[in-house]
T-cell receptor, first 114, second 113 residues
Framework: AQSVSQHNHHVILSEAASLELGCNYS??????LFWYVQYPGQHLQLLLK??????LVKGIKGFEAEFIKSKFSFNLRKPSVQWSDTAEYFC????????????FGTGTRLKVLA | GAGVSQSPSNKVTEKGKDVELRCDPI?????LYWYRQSLGQGLEFLIY??????PDKSGLPSDRFSAERTGGSVSTLTIQRTQQEDSAVYLC?????WGAGYTFGSGTRLTVV
């Protein structure tokens, strides 16, 4: 069965620190990959997505993610975090095997200290 | 509408009662999804509707859970004989087409007491 692993459950950083959140998935075929963000008290929002092409994907608010097929990974990065990046981040995978559902990771809570 | 609308935003119910949760997707979005978000559990897929196709119910945790989508638009998730373990945030999402990325609603926080 497909699964998504986010190994960092809680991350605390100071402003201006660099961020990398890990995401690994288990599925041998072609996938679409997503990162969603949930700011405190708000609904889930799409941060960025990868379908095909350039494995380095740029999203909103300075975030980017790199798809490394050989490692089954889609890590999220930001060179310099801000206090406003405090949120929960979810990685999701959609396998191109006829199923339309996304499999989500358990999320990573990021707290940025001002 | 401009976004995915869910109602109620909060629901407190007694154990054993039935509840109905409503989702109004973005107009024109053919795909509609229900997920459940429990503390520390991430998002758990429940059910998926796509156009007039038979829904994918593979994520419904028990036969107390059911959902329907009327006229290809509004969806209702029904939980019968609620249990305390049903307490969670129930999220609805819609998408224009497969793989396009979901737009989520704000969710319904269900508390079973």
């Amino acid at each position: 069965a497909q699964s998504v692993s986010q190994h960092n459950h809680h991350v605390i950083l100071s402003e201006a620190a660099s961020l990398e959140l890990g995401c690994n998935y288990s599925y041998g075929g072609t996938v679409n990959l997503f990162w969603y963000v949930q700011y405190p008290g708000q609904h889930l929002q799409l941060l960025l997505k990868y379908f095909s092409g350039d494995p380095l994907v740029k999203g909103i608010k300075g975030f980017e993610a790199e798809f490394i097929k050989s490692k089954f990974s889609f890590n999220l990065r930001k060179p310099s975090v801000q206090w406003s990046d405090t949120a929960e981040y979810f990685c999701a995978v959609n396998a191109l095997s006829g199923t339309y559902k996304y499999i989500f990771g358990t999320g990573t809570r990021l707290k940025v200290l001002a | 509408g401009a976004g995915v609308s869910q109602s109620p935003s909060n629901k407190v119910t007694e154990k054993g009662k039935d509840v109905e949760l409503r989702c109004d997707p973005i107009s024109g979005h053919t795909a509609l999804y229900w997920y459940r978000q429990s503390l520390g559990q991430g998002l758990e897929f429940l059910i998926y509707f796509q156009g007039n196709s038979a829904p994918d119910k593979s994520g419904l945790p028990s036969d107390r859970f059911s959902a329907e989508r009327t006229g290809g638009s509004v969806s209702t998730l029904t939980i019968q004989r609620t249990q305390q373990e049903d307490s969670a945030v129930y999220l609805c999402a819609s998408s224009l087409e497969w793989g396009a990325g979901y737009t989520f609603g704000s969710g319904t926080r269900l508390t079973v007491v």
